[in-house]
């Protein structure tokens, strides 16, 4: 047999799947806290409207190890609340506004990079890609047009811009980890 054909993400994880203040990994006391926002565009240069990106990262010393428990849940509605704002958690989630902005607030990363995955329309399996904080062997390896697509810019200090475009001439790298 053959397999079934993949379907298209989305847009009905908007409904379910945003998690509120799921962009803050950091609460606001840390110090030292970074800023990372951005843009989703399709192939056209437009804006996406209804992405949702998902964000891995370590912590300032490396560690993976995140905080599991700090999603809160209101206890009759079973609604989730979002974080309870004490703990770095390395784990966000966050959808685009109605003009594909993003915003992620958390800690340079201990590893270098924060990993990103995206669901949108019309995709038919999410994207990884990286946003890089410095020198990796990765970027190295990779002509200067394409390593600055997982490169942000830095637009004062702790704020970071990253755009991420799906297709075109501006398409940001995607990894395979298949």
Known sequence: MNPTPSQTVGPFYGFALPIPRGGDLAPPS???GIT??????DGAGEPVPDALLEFWQADLSGSLRGAPG???RDPVSGTLLGRHGVDFTGFGRVPTDGDGRWTLRTLPPGTGYISVCVFARGLLHHLYTR???GQDAFLDSLPPERRRTLVPVE??????RFDIHLQGEKETVFLDFG
Not at 36 to 41: I, K, M, N, S
Not at 155 to 160: A, D, F
Request: glycine content about 20%.
């Open 131 to 133: 946003i890089y904080f």
């Open 30 to 32: 840390d110090g030292g």
């Open 155 to 160: 637009e004062r200090e702790g704020v970071y």
């Open 36 to 41: 990372v926002h951005g843009y989703v565009y």
């Open 70 to 72: 700090t999603l809160r």
